[in-house]
């Protein structure tokens, strides 16, 4: 089962499965990753996350079904149910009272959740303009140390040491920002079984500096779970400086 990580741009949560993760606060500009991705991705661009997205609406006001007309009785039938000397049936004439008041009630509650609904999509166009005009205002050196994990890449080769307990990886990050430097970059490495299920995952603090443009190498000894035979590792978070 696919799980996410979401990001608020100065700590990570999850991992969510997709149905966690529709109880979450999130919007399409909010920063998703999950194995596979290289880097992180906006919410609105993940295709499975689209329905998150989607706002339904009640159907259509003022329609109304057709119905036949009615049935014309003949002047024969009328007479023999209705003779001229007899006694006309007394009538409810509070039905179409009750009918009018049903109506009435009907409208206004419609009526009320078109406000209601107006005034949530406004809302909610009011903060993506605020996050637009917020993002148009941060200068490239604040979007990237906001995000770091989106500009880092960690790559490498790992083995199994002599005795076979312990994984050794031999790694790189990469700091493919502009302007911005990092250090201590938290690598999270994922422990997968030989038919690749996921064992366990651990964090590790490299701590060096990583200045833009840069690659920067880095080791760790890992004592790994019995039948781990792969690895994998992202570079999640790192502090700006």
Not at 18 to 42: A, M, N, V
């Given at each position: 089962m ?10 990570q ?9 529709k109880?979450?606060i999130?919007?399409?500009?909010t920063?998703?990753w ?11 661009e993940i295709?499975e ?42 009538g ?11 109506v009435?009630?009907?409208i206004?509650i419609?009526?009320?959740?078109m ?20 993002e ?38 990469t700091?493919k920002a502009?302007v ?11 422990f997968?079984?030989e038919?690749?299920?996921e ?10 500096y ?18 781990c ?13």
């Amino acid at each position: 089962m696919q799980k996410y990580y979401t990001h608020n741009g100065t700590a990570q949560s999850g991992p969510f499965s997709l149905e966690e993760l529709k109880s979450k606060i999130i919007t399409k500009e909010t920063p998703i990753w999950y194995e596979g991705l290289s880097e992180w991705k906006k919410a609105g661009e993940i295709e499975e996350l689209n329905d998150l997205f989607k706002i339904s609406g009640p159907p259509p006001f003022g329609e109304t079904k057709s119905m036949p007309p009615p049935i014309q009785k003949t002047n024969e039938q009328t007479q023999q149910k209705n003779p001229i000397n007899a006694t006309p049936p007394k009538g409810n004439n509070s039905l179409p009272i009750i009918l009018i008041g049903v109506v009435v009630v009907v409208i206004i509650i419609v009526a009320m959740v078109m406000a209601n609904l107006k005034k949530s999509g406004a809302a909610g166009n009011e903060a993506i303009n605020n996050q637009t005009y917020q993002e148009k205002v941060m200068t490239v050196e604040e979007i990237e140390q906001a995000d770091p994990a989106r500009f880092l890449d960690a790559s490498g080769t790992y083995r199994e040491n002599l005795w076979g307990d312990a994984m050794k990886v031999e790694g790189t990050i990469t700091n493919k920002a502009t302007v911005a430097n990092y250090k201590d970059v938290v690598v999270e490495v994922i422990f997968y079984s030989e038919t690749d299920t996921e064992l366990d995952r651990k964090q590790y603090t490299i701590f060096e500096y990583f200045p833009a443009h840069s690659t920067t190498a880095f080791k760790l000894k890992l004592n790994r779970p019995q039948a781990c035979k792969k690895l994998g590792w992202n570079a999640i978070i790192a502090t700006p400086y």
